[in-house]
């Protein structure tokens, strides 16, 4: 048998056996999943080669099943996140009720990205899709609590995307008469100019839903901030990299290939620039942690989108590289909020405020994300952030730089918040019970945030398999002209160095700390942080003087401008007048039976006036 | 070169930039003093305040972060000194010129505020993180027309990095202040906010926030945070000599140029009342904001 | 102003029989009443008669007598004109009607007459210290309190100084002037 | 630090040069001294040339600088704050209130001799001491810095149950300090 099939069947036996173990017992259905999760891993970085394919046909229609190097790349994200939240899945959501619907739901997500990525035909590929939407649909509403907007919200837009994405299947295959993607990548540049608009995008709908792309970003906060923590940071971190997945095929393999493709790159990467600003401004503005990483996340996106849509190799690079990155980063800042949630019960800045002594690996793993986030040398973020700089300024994009550049500056004050909310300040009485998570939970995080500091300094070891990947989409090689292994090159051969940066910010940590703090440091000892200089008085024990309502106000009233337009608005006004407009069309539906006699004869009458013009 | 010049290159770029940064803010004091008909303090005074804050006991501290802080902004402050040359032909002070650009530096120049900002946040100060809001909300202010004087110069000369851009000017003649005049109206005006001198010295401002982030700090750690100030001032005043004077061909020059552009946020400074936050900010996204497009659109076009 | 003060006069002496009042020159009536009515009285000045401002609570410390005076002092916008309320209350168990829910601000004038005079305000809220922190003597603002027999007691004075030299006559002395009547009257 | 001048090391000599002329100055403006505190600092009297100058909260500061009357409410902030101060700190005794009580010499609730409480350095007398007096007394505290013989920290450390017992005496809510320097 295929091995290729041995893992779908592996991922769908242990999705049902998963979930009807869960009904048995609780720790063998823990077994399972992990189980589950880890098999098919391991086979398929093992036994799948690359370009290794199955080919069967259902009811007539000619599928494809296999792995590029392209998609392999986002295997990585899908089955390395996967295994890790999974990991941390067991341990957060101990105690809930109706696990065994949550595990199934995890694994066939995963199985469906898997899927998604495996499908070489689009009808394959919109099946797992719906797979995807269907499973990611279910974990949005699992709390059950005051999800039900919130679902409907995601549950709409998916079904927009899946729509448009449809009716760009059907369109190819009338066009083509085939589903094959290569078969459409193929015949694209000879369809006919409205064709090579139209189908981009509408796929560009159906992926940029996914991928939360302003104006179509509506449904990730909500979702994003409701679905479980364990959830939200596969997510988060490789669900919305499908939308991007689909987007590269749809840029680089369609609308590169045509002559107005050039417009319809600035449309998208302008889009993917708002995203970006409107996301980080948004973020900012937040008191709630996960909603302010559901807004970092559709800020994020727009940066992946940007470097997408300017369609260079550096810019490819820099995307593809951004979203593995997003994914591991992110990934970590969903756990840690699961962990702080789980161990406080609360994920509101202006309630949990000192907890770095209580939760010191959760904090080492947040810090680390965060200043890969924030794009900071020597961590991962940083090489991503500085491809897509060079490769804006590269390709003359002048206003879009600074555009990036603010969001991206902006983007260092939620990150600040984030830890300061979290884990600085002042300690509460409170929180004082407060203890560090299970190591199943922060076992993940650390490895994540490694996992983020070693690709800082040796972005080769990602780089190169993007390299494959991105000359199977007909790019040439970039080894050696925007990269080594721990080399960074731009357009203009200029060069970014990486290891002698770490080993220089090594050296003078451990000069610093040898010279300054160890000859006097015994002597210093810790005090609480009531013990403040607050004009000599001493405060009490309820008093609390944490500074987290209204963070960033000054800097929020001076974007304030900016941020008044938001797109919800239009969407409300939009639903309104549909409501009004089916009002409407209730009303000729009179339930009389004469009216509706009346309506044959007038659209008789109607028939025979305007006969002429009709069959003329 | 070997290692051991690499080395001992490194050392004295450190203590020359210590030096310089500590005397020119010890000659700002007295100049400020001058200009309030004060006798001022000596000019050496900052190095008997540094010296004083070493000797002092630590006898406290908060947490690990907080005892982090300061060493994240020493490293930064250092870290970025090794990547800015100092001379135009390296020499002794050449350390890693050659191997970041100047995108790289903005954001290793970040690293240093963070992690201070990070050490402030966990001394548990309200005053502290009060400040840090400030700080961060005004980077965001200045930021930007300086990224836009950089991003002009860069689409001017199809370089990104510090030596590329010193090459040009070495080649030409032309100081880059003269031949794209905009991105240095641009870039000097968001060095007003750079330095924190007042109107815009919101971040620690004594009265109100008690001095801010570094509220909690006392001895030891205040001494490495102002020794690393010192150090960060040098990095600024010679990276914009670099950008946009031609950069200096021995120590006397580059002393006399990056002086008389210290001046410019210290002479502003001293007859200024300080903004609140969202002034300084509104401050930043006017005319900067708008000689930063005057400069691109110069750039772009010829 | 004489017909604004009969007129106020006679409209709480229709309310309240046991009131005695007392007219000043200028914009001043005072009433004496009853330690009982004190907050109907206020309520019924606030309410009825526009006396919406109570401008201070005072107390007084009649030691030979043996009794507090409390003073209300409430001011009319309209009619411009300053009533004081006064009663007076046994000193050996003062006991006094809470206010505060008249006029908030009262709070801050009663817990102040609780902790200097020891007075008890009947159902007053915020339990904790105001002014005084640690305070285990007898109220200090009272006058049988001997305030610098304690501060001698409890703050000890600098060394050398016990003998007390007057500082003016010392200073007369040594320039050998005469010490000029203005200054006599208060030298010790 | 060491109290006779011959038997400083050199070391101790330049780091008691580098505290005399680098002076950072809580003013804790509790009485009506602190309105003498502008005047010195600016361009009339100018204490900056004597490296003086003003620090924002005690972790920075060196010297403790009482300007006037001390209830027993503000003692306790008082000893608070001189606790939160790095050594060497020194205690500056500034007008008559903190002397000998001052014009509060009978009152319930102000202190009369600062050095029972807080062990001070230098004291300036007058009421109000003019900026003239403010400088002498920086001057005088500058010299016995010199000499090394501001020991009011040691003083303290050595009597801390001596201070601890008077200050509770006043203030019996005192917390029990967790200093131990």
Redesign the interface.
Known sequence: MEIIYLIFILFLSGAIATFLLGKVSKRLRDIAFITTLVVPSVLFFTQINIGQTVDFSVLGIHLSWGITNFSYIFAYIVLGLGVLAGIYAVAAMKGKENLGFFFFNYILSIMAMMGILFSRDLISFFVFWEIMTWSSYLMVVFTGKDVQKVGIKYFIFSAIGAYAMLMAIVITYSLTGSMMISNLIFAFPDFEFGMQILIPVLLLIGFGVKSAMMPLHVWAVGSYSHSPMAYTAVFSGALSKMGIYGMIIVMAGLVSRIPEGYWFREVIAWMGAITAVGGTLWAVAQDDAKKMLAYSSVAQLGYIIIGIAIGTPLAMLASLFMAILHGMFKGTLFMAVGAIEKQTGTTNFTEVTGLIRKMPFTFLASLMSIIALAGIPPLGGFIGKWMLYESVIGSNHYLLIIVIFFSSTAAFLYCYKFLFGFFLGQEEKEWAHVKEAPAMMVVPMVILAIGTFIFGVFPGLILNPIDAGLQELGYAVTQGRYWEMSVLFNEWGDTVVLQPILYTILAVFVFFLAFVLTKNFKKTRY?STK?I?S????PKEHENLTFSRGFFQPFLRSVEPLMRRKIDPYYNSFGRGMEAIFDFVRRIYTGNGQTYALYVVVFALLLLIFKDRLWG | MDLLTNILGAIATIILAFVVGMSYGGIV?KIT?RV??????PWY?NF??A??LF?????IHHGWMQIMGPAFLMVSSVVTLMFVPVLNNGGWFTNLNFKGDLIFLLYLMVFGPLGMALGAGQTGNPNSAIGVTRGLSQMVGFEIPWVMALVALMIQFNTTTITGLMDVQQMSGTWLMFSSPFAFIAAVLAMLGMFRYSPFDIVGA?TEL??GP??????KF?FTMMSSGSIFSFVKLTLYVDLFMGGADNLIILLIKTFSIYMIPVLYGIVSPRYRTEQAIRFFWGWPLFFGILAILYAAIF | MKDIKAKLTEKIKASFDTVSEKDYNGNRLDFHVDVKIIPQILTFLKVNLGYIHLSHISCVDWLEEGEFEIIYILWSPVEKLKVFVRTRINREKPVLPNIDMIWRQANTYEREMREMFGIEIEGLEGAEEFL???W??MP?MRRD?Q??E??EK?????EG?EDAIDVREEIIKRSREEIPDFAKKYSR | MINDKNSQKIVDI??NW??K??I?VLA?GTGCGAIEIPPTM??RY?A??L?V??A???????VLLVTGYLT???L???I??YE?????KFVIGFGSCT???GMY?????????LD?YLPVDVYINGCMPRPEAVLAGFGKLQEIIAEGRANGAQKYKDNLEWYKANQK?????L?TT??N?
């Open positions: 005090v013990d200089s004009s000599g008085e001493i | 004091r003093a309030h008909n004060r006798l001022g303090p005074q008997i305040d010296y004083k000797g002092k006991t630590t006898a004594p008690a001095s570094v509220s909690e700090n006392g001895g205040l | 005084l922190e640690d285990q003597e200090p309190f305030t610098e304690y501060a409890t703050f000890w004075s600098r100084r | 330049i780091q580098a505290r002329h680098s950072w804790y600016t361009s100018d900056e040339r490296g100058r003003g924002a909260t005690p972790r920075q500061a060196d027993t409410k503000t306790k902030r008082v608070r704050v939160q101060m790095q050594d060497p002397i000998n009580g010499y009978d009152s319930y609730n102000t202190i009369k001799l029972k005496k006043i203030i019996p809510s917390l967790d200093y320097w």
